[in-house]
């Protein structure tokens, strides 16, 4: 992918290592040799600690794609499907999810790029500050989404909302939830390589569906900015 999209020469490294500090340690090891780092694979929490530990630590740009790739490309899609149903993003309410690497990552990013209203569900449902959980960067979204602390699961919270961000697992929705959900609904059903609903099921019904899947239309993947993010970090000289 990188190759092909960017020029850039890249080749994987696989550490037999499983704690934080061991993947540092051997990351900072070996990152003389190279012009950059791409975190793989790495599922959350330990991808955060990792993550930005190391972009202290070194000096070249260090990228978790499941993170920033698939959040640059969900704001992207979704600037684009507020257009088409003529809804502005610090209006809509939001529903993602998942709330691990990339679920997170894209709360982050919708917020900076001017979203009032999120609610993000883990497996338990709607995640609120006044039932706040335990992992740290849960209880960031606890304080930073969910204003009016909805409780729910999913299929509760779901109903109203203008978008729907899914980077969960499949199945959680059917025809009968996005029904539920206000005019002209926005899908972004991007589990893979099952969406968290079927677009042929919601076809008359959402005004905008993606998935993350190439033989579907509108494929929202993060193969669609890391590697020319990563062009643009070498070629400035910039850190990530």
Not at 102 to 125: Q, R
């Amino acid at each position: 992918l990188f190759k092909g999209l960017a020029d850039i020469g890249a080749c994987p490294l696989c550490l037999d290592v499983h704690e934080p500090q061991q993947i540092i340690d051997a990351v900072v090891a070996c990152a003389p040799a190279f012009g950059g780092i791409n975190l793989e694979d790495i599922a959350a929490p330990k991808c955060f600690e990792i993550e930005d530990k190391l972009s202290r630590l070194l000096d070249i740009p260090v990228f978790h794609d499941d993170q920033h790739g698939t959040a640059i490309v969900t704001l992207a899609g979704l600037i684009n499907a507020l257009r088409i149903t003529n809804k502005n993003i610090a209006d809509v309410k939001l529903v993602i999810s998942g709330a691990g690497a990339a679920g997170i990552a894209i709360t982050k990013m919708l917020k900076s790029a001017g979203a009032n209203n999120i609610i993000v569900c883990d497996s338990k449902g709607a995640i609120a500050r006044d039932n706040p959980p335990g992992q740290r960067l849960k209880r960031w979204v606890a304080d930073n989404t969910n204003e009016r602390c909805v409780h729910g699961r999913l299929k509760d919270v779901i109903v109203g909302a203008d978008v729907f961000i899914g980077v969960s697992a499949p199945g959680l929705l059917n025809r009968e939830d996005i029904k539920k959900m206000a005019e002209k609904p926005v899908v972004f059903a991007l589990a893979n390589p099952d969406p968290e609903v079927e677009p042929e099921e919601i076809c008359d019904i959402a005004e905008v569906i993606a998935t993350g899947r190439s033989d579907y239309p509108n494929q929202v993947n993060n193969a669609l900015a890391f590697p020319g993010v990563f062009r643009g970090a070498l070629d400035c000289h910039v850190r990530v």
